[in-house]
């Protein structure tokens, strides 16, 4: 079995965007990236501050906008127009979830497109199923598709399996392992928590996209021997044996579909440090298509 690494994928995909940004530094460009995040959720602003955090790093110019829940639907786009027009940022993102008042269809579509580097605005949505390679894609299911890469697993002709049919992780992935060329090609079923006979569909599987949003929910009856299995879930599970009081834990029981994998990602230290690492390559992107030539 072997042990897919995202931390160390992750940091040679930040270093080669550091090495850009710093070439671009010396032209005077400066990709720019803002962050809003509306509302107190403690775990949305710890990922608000790591994004800030890691931009800074890297030389990216990074603005944080940390609203108040009361912010009204109004002043969020008012606030997102103001960036739209900013030419120091190429990239706009909106932390989700945002409090229920808001409404989330809206501030996707106030996103320029050109600066949407989530990957989530409809013109993004349609140029991914096009195959346009202009196209901004969704940062998780790209960072899987890196993860597979850099492992050496091969998707062309191979029979996917991804469990989860979300805009975020489970759609876009399955386009994209469809997508002519390297990378793509594979044979994709997607399958959700409705799909019947599950374990009959994902045991035929070369390799299983596990993006449902339960902890533990694929077990070993799942999963074939030899498979690889990419674990995009992150839940949080009470236990007070840890200092926190819970652990992380993903969408697979991992101890006891890991001895049956060829290759599988770990919860956490797989797929969540690619998610940051392909922001702000998106945002190195848009920053490029800015540039004349």
Known sequence: MNLID????????????RKEVLELSTRNIRPGLA???VGDDPASRAYVRKKKQTSEQLGI????????ASTTQEELLARIASLNADERIHGILVQSPPPSHIREEEVVLAIDPRK????FHPVNVA??????P???VPCTPLGCCRLLAEAGIETAGANVVVVGRSSIVGKPMA????????????TVTLAHSRTRNLPEITRRADIVIAAIGRPNFLKKEHISQGAVVIDVGINRIEDPSCPKGYRLVGDVAFEEVAPLCKAITPVPGGVGPMTIAMLMQNTLTACKRTLPG
Do not use: H, N, Y
């Open 116 to 119: 949407d580097v989530d990957g």
């Open 134 to 136: 202009t196209a901004f």
């Open 127 to 132: 140029k991914l199923a096009m195959e346009d």
């Open 61 to 68: 110019f990074s603005q944080s906008f940390e609203l108040p």
């Open 35 to 37: 962050v809003i995040l």
């Open 175 to 186: 386009l994209l392992l469809m997508r002519k060329g390297k990378g793509g090609d594979a």
């Open 6 to 17: 995202g931390k160390k994928v992750a940091a040679s995909v930040l270093e080669e965007v």
